[in-house]
């Protein structure tokens, strides 16, 4: 069957992470082979004071720049506080975590936040430098939902010769995750945790919360000693079907492991992601690390996989790294496990 690819499952916060690999993309030297061509890259990767809405925290920078230099558009958040810190405090109190002070392109939070950084400046015919009115563009709300869904579905790849658009069409292994919250017992002696009744928050993938090991999951994996570190037994379905994204089950207790899915290298992959409405619904960002995947069908309400995969886009669709499950609703990928990762 050749080498394996690795996917273990992590949870932080509400957000989810999907790390098909780690590939050592930080390396000192980097070689990227293109065309028959070698180019080599120096990146100096060390902690530096930055500075966004005139909060000014120490941060990873890549060649003296955050998030590093810009090749292409690469959209992100800004944090005032330290994420590691928030991400302490939700873990020891089971509340929800703090959000994010602003949404960045190229780590600039652009001029529509409070103290935001400039970053336009027009020049005037004659040369010189001068001030000109900033013209606001007409935004959405924040919970416009239907706005942002018609223009996500008109994103596409250009599927050129130059550019085509890798899709999978035949399918080796399917996945259905449901995404959500959930619950654990709350833990601290003599105190109530923050999460509903009493409980902590907990986030799922086929209502199983991730346990974080003490061994490097991919280490434990190539050197044959996964035993006792991980399960390979993840779930590819929920193992209790309800009603999605209707009436919430009584019970929202989670289970916790460090549970996995191991697939062949080259498998091809369809992965369907539900947004849950336990503990109420709401969009979940999906990365998954170390190459693209096709966005090629999404929706609201519950899948229906008799109907909903007629309506896939298999010719043109966005390719991405990380996409958003519609809040009450599902989006569907496509991807190929052709990287073991490192």
Not at 123 to 134: E, I, L, N, V
């Amino acid at each position: 069957m050749g080498a394996s690819s690795f996917v273990p499952l992590n949870m932080i916060g509400v957000g989810f992470i999907f790390p098909f690999l780690i590939a050592s993309c930080l390396s000192p030297h980097l070689a990227v082979a293109k065309d028959g061509v070698t180019r080599h890259y120096t990146l100096d990767v060390k902690m530096q004071n930055v500075t966004r809405l005139c909060h000014t925290r120490s941060i990873v920078t890549v060649n003296g720049k955050y998030p590093g230099p810009a090749i292409v558009a690469r959209e992100g958040e800004w944090f005032k506080s330290d994420p590691e810190a928030i991400i302490s405090q939700a873990l020891q109190t089971g509340g929800g975590p703090n959000v994010s002070d602003a949404y960045t392109i190229n780590g600039l939070p652009g001029p529509l936040y409070n103290c935001s950084a400039k970053v336009l400046e027009y020049a005037a015919g004659d040369g010189s430098s001068k001030q000109r009115p900033q013209f606001k563009p007409t935004l959405p709300a924040l919970n416009d939902t239907s706005f942002v869904t018609n223009f996500s579905k008109n994103l596409r790849s250009l599927a050129s010769n130059n550019f085509p658009a890798n899709v999978p069409t035949k399918v080796d292994r399917q996945f259905f995750f449901t995404i959500g919250l959930g619950t654990n017992p709350c833990d601290r002696k003599n105190h109530t945790c923050q999460g509903p009744n009493g409980t902590m928050f907990a986030a799922s993938i086929n209502n199983v919360s991730f346990s974080m090991p003490t061994t490097a999951l991919l280490q434990a994996h190539f050197t044959g000693q996964s035993n006792g570190v991980y399960n390979p037994n993840f779930p590819t379905h929920p193992l209790t079907r309800f009603n999605y994204t209707g009436n919430p089950p009584n019970n929202t207790m989670v289970s916790n492991g460090t549970k996995l899915v191991v697939l062949p290298f080259n498998t091809s992959v369809e992965l369907i992601l539900q947004d849950t409405s336990i503990l109420g619904a709401e969009s979940h960002p999906l990365h998954l690390h170390g190459f693209n995947f096709f966005v090629v069908g999404q929706g609201f309400g519950n899948f229906n996989p008799n109907n909903d995969p007629k309506n896939f886009n298999l010719v043109d669709p966005v390719e991405r790294n990380t996409v958003g499950v519609p809040s009450g609703g599902w989006v569907a990928i496509r991807f190929l496990a052709d990287n073991p990762g490192e």
